[in-house]
């Protein structure tokens, strides 16, 4: 099936000559591409009519949860018709292994997998080996080990009327598939008979059952039927994907096992030689146990850091990732999409060192065999030569990124509202908090909101306290809030939804410039102490902040500092440049612009009142009751982690995790 874009809007602004010179890029076989479009600009639409322009499978990367999931929700509604995966890490709760020397303490890994993300996942695959009109959207976590997409793809178990198989074999290659059986309840991922019938919930679905039925070592008919026991409709094929990515084959498991021995007495004989007696018999112990346990029941916690031997791969062979299995099921004929790289980049790039310095102390103190170490992300240099074709997308993309696409960078700077980038004034710094009072009286008075940032914790909280004195803003009554990485995430975007509603006139806080941060309402970006040196007050960091006066018609910005650094000199430059390019583009097009009207959206889960009001107190619960709420704090997590809202889920678990400790 082809993409088919389906949406309202036509490409307009600078859209059209975006998407015309990408496309031809991606016709060209350019492997990196730059699209510098600015915050507004509708970025996510001109990358979806690449895609249909040039009908090429895509894998889109961002460089967190909880943006990947806004990304896939859009990219779903642009291609209704189409195969759209969503591929994120399936852990609610994620503690790695870990030893810390210095305190002698041991941490083992600690998961909470979501069975929802888990199906996504495994469905998101499915679609790589049944369907060409597949995008995926992925968090960073896709360059981490699945396990060999030949051994999946091997997998795939065709069921067809007619097939001459019993029930007993049958069986047997479900479980192969890492299926399991159940009598009673079927959830996802199990099979159950009925008779002459078998029921199996695959793994990648939701609410719908295949029904297959037998009938003299043949299998007759075969149904799809929902949870609830309606036949939906009678079929003659069916394609059953395997349960689990990974997956390992009997004729590698047992010759792992002589490899795994053989690697065991190297090392212990390595570090009796360097003294390390205790090491050695720490290592030896947990090896033979995980050994017994995986021969036993096929399964151990940590089986991962044996990967390589059941993978069959050499000593520094890179893992399995997905991105292997777009190349297994597209060769080099496939899209990678790097979303806000300036991020990202950094984050694959970082990503493998993290996790070696974690794993080598772990192999140092005996922990584990050196063999855990290739259980790991890529490489980026291994990424970039998986990854035949890229774009990366980014209002401020790095120097690393305009170079690899050789300085031919794709601009999208005018946006389909006309909307240019904001005035830029510098002002001294020795009397910023003064003028700042009066520019922010001046907007309050045109309902109108303000965004003020500042350099620490403190500041924003003093700043804050200051403002809001009606002594210090010549008897006017504004309303002020501090926002900074202390404030829980349900409250953050609380804060965020009040100051869109009028309900706080200004924000303080550090860093302002989160991705997807969308406030029309302001008017006003103040930068205290712009003339400091750091992240904070790097070029990139500025034109990202700066950007968050861009949707409104009257936006401005007002950098507050005593001299001009070479930061702030290369962010003026910037925006002045962009500014012009939009300025000249309204006037040649005869454009007004105009500020962004968005409607203030409800949360999708909102907190009861007396939740946010006061923090449950341990001590006045009986254990029964003490139980009854950790239950309900699951079934509330476990709720926000299904909508999607990854935040959220993540500080109700820690409130879990709180309770749980207190009850032990």
């Not at 198989?165 to 009673?184: G, H």
């Not at 570090?271 to 151990?300: F, N, P, S, T």
């Not at 300036?342 to 694959?348: A, S």
């Amino acid at each position: 099936m082809k993409f088919k874009l389906v949406s309202s809007y036509q490409p307009t602004g600078d859209q059209p000559q975006a998407i015309e010179k990408l496309t031809e890029g991606v016709r060209k076989n350019l492997p990196h591409q730059v699209l510098l479009g600015v915050t507004g600009s509708g970025k996510t639409f001109t990358l979806a009519k690449v895609v249909e322009k040039t009908q090429r499978p895509a894998l889109i990367i961002s460089h967190n949860k909880t943006l990947a999931a806004q990304l896939f929700q859009e990219i779903k509604e642009f291609f209704p018709q189409n195969a759209v995966g969503f591929f994120i890490s399936y852990y609610d709760y994620y503690l790695p292994e870990s030893y810390i020397p210095q305190t002698d303490t041991y941490i083992a890994k600690e998961t909470e997998i979501n069975e929802e993300i888990d199906k996504l996942r495994l469905e998101a695959t499915s679609f790589l080996f049944s369907r060409s009109d597949v995008i995926i959207v992925a968090s960073v976590s896709c360059i981490y080990n699945i396990g060999s997409p030949k051994e999946y793809e091997k997998n795939v178990f065709q069921i067809r009327q007619g097939l001459q198989i019993t029930p007993k074999e049958f069986f047997r290659k479900l479980v192969d598939l890492r299926y399991l059986a159940n009598r009673w309840e079927l959830k996802r991922g199990e099979f159950r008979r009925r008779g002459e019938r078998v029921e199996i919930y695959p793994a990648y679905f939701h609410d719908v059952i295949l029904e297959v039925v037998f009938a003299e070592g043949r299998i007759s008919e075969l149904f799809l039927k929902s949870v609830f026991g309606e036949r939906d409709k009678k079929i003659t094929e069916f394609f059953l994907f395997p349960a689990k990515h990974y997956l390992t084959d009997e004729t590698v498991t047992k010759p792992a096992f002589g490899q795994i021995r053989k690697d065991l007495k190297i090392r212990l004989d390595e570090l009796k030689r360097e003294g390390k007696l205790v090491e050695a018999q720490r290592l030896e112990q947990r090896v033979e146990y995980d050994l017994e346990m995986i021969d036993e029941v096929g399964y151990v916690s940590g089986i991962e850091n044996y990967s390589r031997y059941f993978d069959n791969r050499r000593v520094g062979d890179p893992p399995f990732t997905l991105v292997d299995y777009f190349r297994e099921a597209y060769g080099n004929n496939f899209l990678t999409i790097v979303d806000e790289s300036h991020i990202t980049v950094p984050q694959l790039r970082g990503m493998y060192r993290g996790d070696k310095s974690r794993k080598q102390t772990l192999v140092d103190f005996g922990f584990r065999l050196p063999s855990c170490l290739d259980n790991r992300p890529l490489k980026f240099t291994e990424f970039l030569a998986l990854t035949p074709q890229i774009i990366y997308d980014s209002a401020t993309p790095k120097i690393w990124e305009i170079d690899k696409a050789k300085g031919k960078v794709v601009e999208q700077l005018v946006r389909p509202t006309g909307l240019t980038e904001p005035l830029v004034k510098i002002r001294q710094a020795k009397s910023q908090v003064r003028d700042l009072v009066l520019e922010i009286i001046k907007r309050k008075k045109q309902n109108q909101r303000v965004l003020v940032t500042t350099l620490t914790k403190r500041l924003a909280e003093d700043l804050a306290e200051f403002l809001s004195d009606s002594k210090n803003t010549n008897g006017e009554v504004l309303k002020v809030q501090y926002l900074h990485a202390d404030i829980k995430a349900l409250e953050r975007n609380r804060i965020l939804a009040d100051l869109r509603g009028g309900t706080y006139d200004v924000i303080v806080g550090i860093n302002l410039l989160r991705e997807g941060l969308d406030l029309p309402e302001v008017s006003l970006v103040a930068i205290m102490d712009a003339d400091a040196f750091g992240f904070l007050r790097s070029a990139t960091s500025l034109i990202q902040t700066m950007g968050r006066a861009a949707r409104n018609s009257a936006g401005e910005v007002i950098m507050y500092a005593d001299k001009i650094t070479p930061a702030m000199q290369e962010a003026l430059v910037e925006v002045k440049r962009r500014r012009k390019i939009q300025t000249d583009f309204n006037l040649k097009h005869n454009i007004t612009p105009q500020t962004i009207i968005k409607p203030i959206r409800p949360a999708i889960f909102i907190a009861p009142k007396k939740e946010r009001q006061i923090a449950i107190d341990p001590s006045s619960l009986t254990p029964k009751e003490l139980r009854l709420e950790i239950k309900k704090l699951k079934r509330k997590m476990n709720h926000l982690a299904a909508a999607l809202e990854f935040e959220q889920a993540a500080k109700v678990r820690d409130e879990i995790k709180s309770l749980e400790e207190w009850g032990e």
